[in-house]
């Protein structure tokens, strides 16, 4: 068994995944993901959600910044996730240029990006959700991309959140950034944070999704 599989308690990323099993099951079994994935919402939703992604990615990105400086912290930087741009060029095609003036931030996006700016100034709260979006988008992220793609009829443009132009393989990329998680210098109770926040992640992205399905409730088509 090598580190990345070890159930050892200590081993971080062992301990994420399992202590968000449940949480991803929830999260992913969400109506607004469901109908997202089977083609039944309007590109509008989609755009959307997009939308939220802006200020969900500026604020993890930001607290990515603060971490940058911090000797532990810069260890789980990587330049190569950067998705805020990528967001920006997506929304321009799915909105328009003048994308910044039409779209709104939902109440459960302000919740969300408000914690993600106070996990800048801790490590393990940081990497709890840096770990949540970017391994999600580097996995059922990519599952997502070719679903939104084929319902909605689009190439590379509209999904370019999802195309790490910088990670031509997940696989092994996912693996060095699960050891990099191991290989932080955490002690017993920042563990226990990183996982408790990682669960706090987790629900705020469900409360997205609840927020987003009650929007397009009455235009799913069947
Ligand atoms: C349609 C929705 C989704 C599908 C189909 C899906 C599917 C998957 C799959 C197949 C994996 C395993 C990949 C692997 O082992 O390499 C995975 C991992 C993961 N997903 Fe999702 N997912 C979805 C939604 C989400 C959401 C909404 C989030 C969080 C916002 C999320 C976060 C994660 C994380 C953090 C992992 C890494 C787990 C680990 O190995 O530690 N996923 N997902």
Do not use: C
């Amino acid at each position: 068994m090598t580190k990345t599989e070890s159930t050892d308690s200590t081993v971080l990323s062992a301990r994420l995944r399992a202590g968000t099993r449940d949480a991803h099951q929830t999260a992913e079994s969400t109506g607004f993901v469901t109908r997202l994935m089977d083609g039944s919402l309007p590109l509008a939703a989609y755009a959307n959600l997009v939308a939220q992604h802006h200020t969900i990615y500026r604020a993890l990105e930001q607290a990515g910044e603060q971490q940058r400086h911090d000797t532990r912290g810069a260890t789980v930087i990587f330049d190569e996730l950067t998705r805020t741009p990528s967001i920006e060029a997506d929304l321009a095609h799915l909105i328009g240029d003048d994308w910044r003036s039409r779209i709104e931030v939902l109440p459960a996006t302000r919740v969300y990006a408000a914690r993600l700016s106070e996990a800048g100034a801790s490590l393990p709260r940081y990497a709890a959700h840096a770990y949540t979006r970017y391994l999600g988008d580097l996995s059922g992220g990519q599952v997502i991309k070719r679903m939104v793609q084929r319902h909605y009829g689009l190439g590379d443009q509209g999904v370019a959140f999802y195309t790490f132009t910088d990670i031509p393989k997940t696989k092994p990329f996912k693996d060095e950034y699960r050891e990099r998680l191991d290989g932080l210098d955490l002690s017993a109770a920042e563990l226990d944070e990183a996982v408790a926040e990682a669960q706090v992640a987790f629900e705020l992205n469900t409360a997205l999704f609840g927020e987003l399905g009650r929007l397009y409730e009455s235009l799913v088509s069947h």
